[in-house]
């Protein structure tokens, strides 16, 4: 059975969701997910598991991201992008300069408060189903990072492109109305290009119809995800067998820090910890 990573560069007008279900049919596998949502219009960098990677899925939310964005100043809308109904419109005065003053603002940690339009559940319900009967409530700020936002190009008097590397739970379309309040116009998100996501960068994405083509062929080996960590190879036999029990082994003189431990035959077994000399798992990855 097909296992591991594809990265795809997510078209626009589908959901994340849309993807994996593409790709269900083409592997023929049940077991696929992706590592961190993209609205409909977003492009770009989509980790999808497949197979045993899926358990892979938690370390891949929880990364760092990077976008390309396109903000527009004097315009709000419902959804904080260009896909919703115009709520208000302003005259925009601001230069070049102001925006870059504007973006200094949202370095570093800061509160975000997150859309309406988003899969967040409050008392159980899903804030877009509450925002499409036309309901609000109120939301409680998430803490988020950005660590780096920079002001790539102006393209009219209107429209910005900015890059953003951020944490997991960033909106960028709030990023983009709360730099609009912040300079006084309103703002709204007219594009979204995702470009890094767990580590994946766009030259290493395929398109749906690439693997259409070519298959399993696209798939890379789960523990790619893990790449920054060194390789451990067990060459015990015993050794071997207590990992694939989910027991801790010993390692004398293996310094502490996270390892991609391998067994005999190269298969990737899981991602442990070593600490003074023990080898404990962090997540197993290998078959039943």
């Known amino acids: 059975m097909p296992n591991g990573i594809i990265i795809i560069d997510k078209p626009a007008g589908w959901t994340s969701m849309d993807v994996c279900a593409k790709l269900r049919g083409i592997l023929r596998e049940k077991r696929v997910g992706h590592g961190g949502t993209l609205d409909p219009m977003a492009t770009g960098v989509l980790p999808v598991f497949v197979g045993q990677a899926t358990r892979a899925v938690e370390f891949a939310e929880k990364s760092r991201k990077e976008y390309v964005a396109g903000l527009r100043l004097g315009q709000v809308t419902n959804t904080q992008d260009i896909s919703g109904e115009t709520l208000d419109t302003h005259p925009v005065t601001v230069s070049r300069a102001d925006v870059e003053s504007a973006l200094e603002r949202f370095l570093g940690d800061i509160q975000q408060i997150p859309p309406m339009y988003s899969a967040i559940k409050i008392n159980g319900q899903k804030l877009y189903d509450l925002a499409r009967k036309g309901r609000e409530v109120e939301r409680k700020p998430r803490s988020i990072t950005i660590y780096e936002l920079e002001l790539l190009e102006q393209v009219s008097e209107t429209d910005y492109l900015f890059r953003c590397v951020c944490s997991k739970g960033t909106y ?117």
């Open 172 to 288: 960028i379309r709030t990023l983009c109305h709360d730099i609009g309040q912040a300079l006084g116009c309103g703002g709204t998100l007219y594009s979204l290009r995702r470009t890094i996501a767990a580590g994946f960068t766009l030259d290493q994405a395929v398109t749906l119809e690439d693997v259409q083509a070519q298959g399993e062929a696209l798939l890379r080996p789960t523990d790619s995800l893990f790449a920054e960590h060194p390789i451990l190879s067990l060459s015990s036999e015993k050794k071997e067998k207590r990992v694939r029990c989910g027991n801790p082994i010993t390692m004398p003189g293996t310094p502490d820090g996270t390892y991609r431990v391998c067994g005999r035959n190269g298969e990737f077994l899981c991602l442990s910890r070593a600490e003074n000399g023990t080898l404990i798992s962090i997540k197993n990855f290998f078959g039943a």
